[in-house]
């Protein structure tokens, strides 16, 4: 159902959250983003692999909306999703500390405890019977086993599965502790997870309570990318099939900032957000269960001095992705958005299509089509854009 919230992000152009909203209005779902269902979330990342890929269009083009797709598809497959804007302040681009925070605060803990514990019934035997109602170690109990017997089992069991989780030890220390404190009181329960949650996201904890879930590692700019190989380690074992990483604004690297005059990024800074890149691309076969998509205007690529072409290390390794041609390649790492658009233009007639899918949509959502006295409705030049704009701004509640 169409939200208000997801009108006000129409009117803005931009994409909305609601699943059946962003499948209908999509064009052209089978000319890319069933081909990365298909071939990466279906098999390739599911199987451990770990991949790159960059989306590069004009402002309107469709980039947010694709990234979207690809996080609609990848939470129904079953993959952790963490998704966000380079145009948030509080956030640079970096800093492989900042971005491994900026993942783990994406991480719902209470739900990944859940998900831990329901694997170790399986790993335990309870499989048949486990509904998360009830603990491992209730369930033993209840059973008939004694209660100090059952303990045992249950703590022997737990380092066992812990063991054979490929973990360093911080975050072995983590998942154990997240187990463990199913023997304990519900208020004991809940503050030890809320301790483990704070480390896992990287946040400064005393020495009593780093005790009390025996993680003593602290995150820094030597472990940042072992901790992040770490988070996925953990979200496989927890039962999803890896981590989906989507990145929007990544234009943000050139931009000024209208309020200062001044770059977004220093040079150095640029440096950095490319190395970081480069090293993500070049650990792909080190790296598992991760997939990474970057969005961003032409200018992410082309800029000369603050773009990926300043930084000959990884521009090596992205332009042959790059075809030259009017030709969209459907699995190049460098995505051309534009040249996907072209597709779409051959196929529909985009904006009646679009138009006719929105006001199907809005209908059904209870709203009607009203002219409204003295409205400006925005233009950006955009066909996909100012078509969305111009239909969700003539939206009325009926």
């Given at each position: ?12 152009g ?8 962003l ?10 983003p ?5 071939h990466?979330?279906?098999f390739?990342?599911?199987e451990?692999g ?6 590069i269009?004009?402002?309107?083009s ?10 609609l ?5 079953g993959?952790?999703?963490v ?11 970096n800093d ?7 993942i783990?605060?994406?991480i719902?803990v209470?739900?990944?405890?859940q ?7 399986i790993?335990?035997?309870y499989q048949?019977?486990y509904?998360g109602?009830k ?10 086993i004694?209660?100090?017997e059952a303990?045992r089992?249950?703590?022997k069991?737990?380092?066992s599965f812990?063991?054979k989780?490929?973990?360093p030890p911080?975050?072995k220390?983590f998942?154990?502790?997240?187990l463990?404190?199913?023997?304990e ?15 896992l996201k990287?946040?400064?904890l ?5 005790s ?9 700019k030597?472990n940042?990318r072992?901790?992040?190989d770490a988070?996925?380690?953990v ?11 989507l990145?929007?604004?990544g234009e943000?690297?050139?931009?000024i900032?209208?309020?200062t005059?001044r ?12 190395e970081m890149?480069?090293q993500?691309?070049?650990?792909g ?5 991760l997939f990474i998509?970057?969005a ?20 090596m390794?992205?332009?042959s992705?790059?075809?030259?041609i009017e ?16 597709l779409l ?7 009646n299509e ?5 006001q199907t949509?809005?209908?059904?959502a209870g ?10 409705i925005?233009?950006?030049?955009s066909i996909?854009k100012?078509?969305?704009m ?9």
């Amino acid at each position: 159902m169409l939200t208000e919230r997801d009108l006000a992000c129409l009117q803005e152009g931009k994409p909305p959250s609601d699943p059946q909203v962003l499948g209908e209005m999509t064009l052209g779902y089978e000319l890319w983003p069933s081909l990365v269902k298909e071939h990466y979330l279906d098999f390739f990342i599911k199987e451990g692999g770990s991949k790159v890929k960059i989306l590069i269009g004009k402002e309107g083009s469709g980039k947010s909306h694709l990234l979207k797709l690809i996080e609609l598809d990848a939470r129904q497959q079953g993959y952790e999703t963490v998704s966000f804007s380079l145009r948030q302040d509080f956030f640079k681009f970096n800093d492989m500390v900042s971005l491994y925070r900026m993942i783990a605060e994406g991480i719902d803990v209470k739900a990944l405890s859940q998900d831990l514990a329901r694997q170790f019934a399986i790993f335990m035997g309870y499989q048949d019977v486990y509904d998360g109602t009830k603990t491992v170690y209730e369930m033993m109990v209840e059973e008939g086993i004694p209660v100090n017997e059952a303990k045992r089992e249950f703590i022997k069991g737990a380092a066992s599965f812990v063991k054979k989780a490929d973990l360093p030890p911080g975050f072995k220390s983590f998942v154990y502790s997240m187990l463990k404190a199913m023997l304990e009181s519900e208020e004991e329960c809940e503050a030890i997870l809320a301790i483990a949650g704070e480390w896992l996201k990287g946040k400064n904890l005393n020495r009593n309570e780093r005790s009390r879930i025996q993680a003593f590692e602290k995150l820094n700019k030597g472990n940042a990318r072992s901790w992040l190989d770490a988070l996925v380690k953990v979200l496989v074992l927890a039962g999803r099939r890896g981590l989906v990483l989507l990145i929007d604004d990544g234009e943000v690297i050139t931009d000024i900032n209208p309020e200062t005059g001044r770059h977004y990024y220093t040079p150095g800074a640029v440096k950095d957000v490319c190395e970081m890149i480069r090293q993500f691309i070049d650990d792909g076969d080190i790296l598992r269960h991760l997939f990474i998509v970057l969005a961003g205007r032409p200018e992410m690529l082309e800029d000369m001095k603050r773009g990926f072409k300043s930084y000959e290390a990884l521009w090596m390794r992205i332009q042959s992705g790059l075809t030259g041609i009017e030709r969209f390649n459907s699995l190049a790492d460098v995505v051309e958005v534009d040249k996907y658009f072209n597709l779409l233009l051959k196929k529909y007639e985009v904006k009646n299509e679009l138009n006719m899918r929105l006001q199907t949509v809005l209908r059904e959502a209870g709203f009607k089509r009203k002219m409204k006295k003295g409205i400006k409705i925005p233009q950006t030049g955009s066909i996909l854009k100012d078509t969305v704009m111009e239909v969700a701004w003539l939206a009325t509640r009926e």
